[in-house]
T-cell receptor, first 114, second 111 residues
Framework: DAGVTQSPTHLIKTRGQQVTLRCSPK?????VSWYQQALGQGPQFIFQ???????QRGNFPDRFSGHQFPNYSSELNVNALLLGDSALYLC?????????????FGNGTRLTVT | EDKVVQSPLSLVVHEGDTVTLNCSYE??????LLWYKQEKKAPTFLFML????IEKKSGRLSSILDKKELFSILNITATQTGDSAVYLC???????????FGPGTRLSVLP
């Protein structure tokens, strides 16, 4: 039973560039959430996708956008990268259809912006 | 704005010690509190707490929630070097899907 998988594992980009991160949820999960974790801090909620629509959004600018596909996988896009976007980006899946459901995390994508 | 505070932020103990990690929160329409262990990358799920006063246990780890005083504790008994990690506390609101995380407690267990 595959858990949450993310790609790529590491990425180095230059300021102003655009980046796309990918996530496949755990088998049986239909909801995908994205978090940004800066060094030494807890994960911060970016947004959540369910039924191919953004259901909730955290306090992140419009440069951060996403998408969910019919197979429940998801992408996170960040435009016009800033140095401050350097962080570990975590994808988490869950299945709230059946009640309270903890988040299951992938190993993340380490993004470095130079 | 929903908020989670954890203490201490950092803790160093020796193998065999017992530790207590604290998590206090402010959230509109509280639904659940979760504990995670993060060693390198992916936080791994430990406990989900929704009711006050009911202790959850898994081996040497246990946790309890106090919804009146808005806090939770995570206890680890007979610590081992493998317990070294960052322990994250998160709370969700009534919708149950927007989890707000605290900064974490970095636990270092020395041999």
């Amino acid at each position: 039973d595959a858990g949450v998988t993310q790609s790529p594992t590491h990425l180095i980009k230059t300021r102003g560039q655009q980046v796309t991160l990918r996530c496949s949820p755990k088998s049986g999960h239909d909801t995908v959430s994205w978090y940004q974790q800066a060094l030494g801090q807890g994960p911060q909620f970016i947004f959540q996708y369910y039924e191919e629509e953004e259901r909730q959004r955290g306090n992140f600018p419009d440069r951060f956008s996403g998408h969910q596909f019919p197979n429940y996988s998801s992408e996170l896009n960040v435009n016009a990268l800033l140095l401050g976007d350097s962080a570990l980006y975590l994808c988490a899946s869950s299945s709230p259809t059946y009640g309270d459901s903890p988040l299951h995390f992938g190993n993340g994508t380490r993004l470095t912006v130079t | 704005e929903d908020k989670v505070v954890q203490s201490p932020l950092s803790l160093v103990v020796h193998e065999g010690d017992t530790v207590t990690l604290n998590c206090s929160y402010e959230v509109t329409n509280f639904r659940s509190l979760l504990w995670y262990k993060q060693e390198k990358k992916a936080p791994t799920f430990l406990f989900m707490l929704t009711s006050s006063g009911i202790e959850k246990k898994s081996g040497r780890l246990s946790s309890i929630l106090d919804k009146k005083e808005l806090f939770s504790i995570l206890n680890i008994t007979a610590t081992q070097t493998g317990d070294s990690a960052v322990y994250l506390c998160a709370v969700s609101d009534n919708y149950g899907q927007n989890f707000v995380f605290g900064p974490g407690t970095r636990l270092s267990v020395l041999p």
